[in-house]
């Protein structure tokens, strides 16, 4: 089980009610970053590079793709959810998006796009009127409303984008 340092919660979540205090263009452009980074990080990757493994228990490029891709379209979906109420148990049944492992780089990058999308046609949607007080518990950081569960995909993205650079520097990353 992963645990999180209580300081290193502290900065996480600081930062996370920073950004998502800001204003939806704001917002926008810090979720923007975290796409961007992870996406970045592809250009120029093969498809024999994206499913190298450093190890039998550690993840490939496709794999950690797949988890944030579905992440990625659960936050959105969460955070539509919460705006318009808080609808929880329609959140947590949201499930994984997409069952089948990745194959291809086009594949992995159309599905983060869709996720990354749903998320900013949300963000672009928000408005003083939009409902902050429903909140969903995030495993680590504890509860979140949509706009705080916004700004958690760019730690998120940001988490998995340094996961890629360990993966593209271990011995044996084809060439």
Known sequence: MVTVPDEVKERVLSYIKHQAAKSAPALRDVVQHGHDQVTGLLAGMSDEQAGFKPSAEEWSVFQVLQHAA????????????????????????????RNEPFTSLGQARAALDAGHQELLDFVDSLSSETNVEATLDHPFFGPLNCREWAAFQRIHDGDHAGQIEQITSAVGYPA
Do not use: D
Request: hydrophobic content about 40%; overall charge positive.
């Open 70 to 97: 579905e992440a990625g379209r659960r936050t959105a979906r969460g955070c539509i959810a919460l705006a318009a109420g808080g609808e929880l148990n329609k959140i947590e049944r949201v499930g994984q998006i």
